[in-house]
């Protein structure tokens, strides 16, 4: 194995690393890699190795999907370009069945790819090339989200707004009785919102909340969250549970305010 002046490994044996992988107990924490990328999944595998994961791979959509869907990882790292099937009909099938988190690779630059994966379910995006360090921080990031708080001993209270209804400690969500099926980006972006109803929560502060990054004018994964959230919701035109405020963020109105909007339309 050899260090180039990027930063980044050229692989000379991958054998005994991926044998090590396999050979690995099962309680385990272990992250799935589907990308044709050998030589970039043996660096990922490295890097978080030294985080304490265990980390597996498949290298085409078939055996990708039939591994995601077979249970025990805590989270999939999914490339888009894959030979077979490609990686949004893999995350696809897998938001079908599955809430299992999912980290998107994307080239860099395709806008289209990552509103694509994203409206499908897709946890949060990376373009490539990226440094394997902030790879690491965006699974850090999506696990923190995924795990919520389920740690602490004390139940979080079910929080209701109108017909609405959100319980912290099942993660599940209901309309009027009926449940919605929710990512667990989506839930996260709900809780803040109903936590907040009535409130314009900005988009900075959803950004640092539900995605754990920074704030980027330029970054519209937020607003597609949001839009998918809403159509979850039933969200209609004349009916919006999420209402928009132009350069300043989001509110959750509400039924108060529902009623009183609904009543001027009418007039």
Known sequence: MSRTGGGFLTILYLEPWVAWCTMKTRNMERILVIDDDVELCTLVGEYLQAEGFV???????????????????????LDVMLPGINGFEVLRRIRATSRLPVLLLTARGEDVDRIVGLEIGADDYLPKPFNPRELVARIRAVLRRTRGDKSSPAAPDIV?????????????????????DLTSVEFNLLEVLLREAGRVVPRE???????????????????????????????????????????????????????GEKAKATS
């Open 55 to 77: 980390v597996e791979a498949a290298h085409d959509g078939e055996s990708g999907l039939q591994r995601a869907t077979g249970g025990g990882y805590l989270l999939v790292v």
């Open 160 to 180: 209701r707004v109108g017909e609405i209804e959100l319980d912290p400690a099942t993660r599940s969500v209901r309309r009027d009785g009926q449940p919605v």
């Open 205 to 259: 502060r959803l950004v640092n909340a539900v995605l754990s990054r920074k704030f980027s004018p330029f970054d519209r994964s937020i607003d597609m969250h949001v839009s998918k959230v809403r159509k979850k919701l039933g969200d209609t035109d004349n009916d919006e549970h999420i209402k928009t405020i132009r350069g300043v963020g989001y509110i959750f109105a509400r039924p108060r305010e529902k009623v």
